[in-house]
């Protein structure tokens, strides 16, 4: 079947997580770097942790969670009210420059959002942004109660869109998420923020693996599970114009 739907994850894929960097700098000089990278590597795990454990809470607790273990394994603190101030840089995460470029490349297409996010977090993130008129809906695993990579949440999109899988292109930068999409049947084009070539050449020029190199590394690279992204793309303007992709049928029979 074409193509009829595009769905992009949210955070790495189209909104720069470490765009919060600058407020945990602020709130801690000197810690901003490391505060950054062990949130978002917590943040996750505690998503899986709590599918795991059955014990689902949306993703503002867990993220004011993973902040707060951040913290005081670092030996810092800060009050419920400054741990809620700087959680919130992820409701004004910046947009990955060529974002808006791709969704509105990508007009002729059904265009939606499904994410960790709790409904809040992505309403204030996507209003923040300017990117809900190219959207025709986003899409929360809160609506069912289960983190991604659970297959139950990638149905729920195919429920809601009302369109098989078959239908829907997934875009993802995120290893577990590509995994995870790619398993349930989808196709899935991968966004390839850190070239595996690219990741191994710093590495060897610090000779360490500093928090944000031990990022790159777990979370942005393929994960080894059997389950590949269809085509793998540098930036998200690829979907317009990638050779690769115009196999892909489309509404007028390929992509764009």
């Not at 951040?70 to 741990?83: D, S």
């Not at 974002?99 to 992505?122: E, H, K, T, V």
């Not at 000779?207 to 269809?230: N, S, V, Y």
């Amino acid at each position: 079947m074409p193509i009829k739907a595009l769905v992009f994850d949210a955070y790495g894929t189209l909104f720069d997580v470490q765009s919060v960097a600058a407020a945990t700098e602020a709130a801690f000089p000197g810690h901003g770097a490391t505060i950054t990278q062990i949130w978002r590597l917590k943040q996750l795990e505690y998503t899986w942790l709590r599918a795991l454990m059955g014990r689902y809470e949306d993703f503002w607790t867990v993220t004011t969670e993973s902040l707060d273990f951040t913290l005081k394994t670092l030996g810092l603190t800060a009050t419920p009210a400054f741990l809620a101030e700087i959680a919130g840089a992820y409701d004004g995460l910046a947009l990955y420059p060529e974002a808006r470029a791709a969704l509105q490349g990508l007009a002729s297409y059904r265009l939606a959002i499904f994410s960790n996010g709790s409904p809040a977090m992505l309403k204030r993130l996507v209003a923040h942004a300017g990117i809900g008129e190219f959207l025709e809906t986003v899409i929360s695993v809160d609506e069912i109660g289960v983190y991604k990579p659970d297959p139950r949440g990638y149905a729920h999109v195919e429920k809601r869109l009302g369109l098989s899988r078959d239908e829907i292109l997934f875009v993802s930068s995120n290893g577990f998420d590509i995994a995870g999409a790619k398993a349930h049947g989808f196709t899935v084009a991968r966004i390839e923020r850190v070239p595996a070539a690219a990741l191994r050449i710093e590495i060897e020029a610090t000779g360490t693996i500093d928090p944000k190199l031990m990022f790159k590394a777990l979370r942005l690279q393929p994960e080894q599970l059997g389950f590949h992204a269809d085509v793998t793309i540098a930036a998200l303007t690829d979907l317009v114009s990638y050779a690769a992709i115009r196999n892909l049928p489309g509404p007028s029979g390929s992509l764009p």
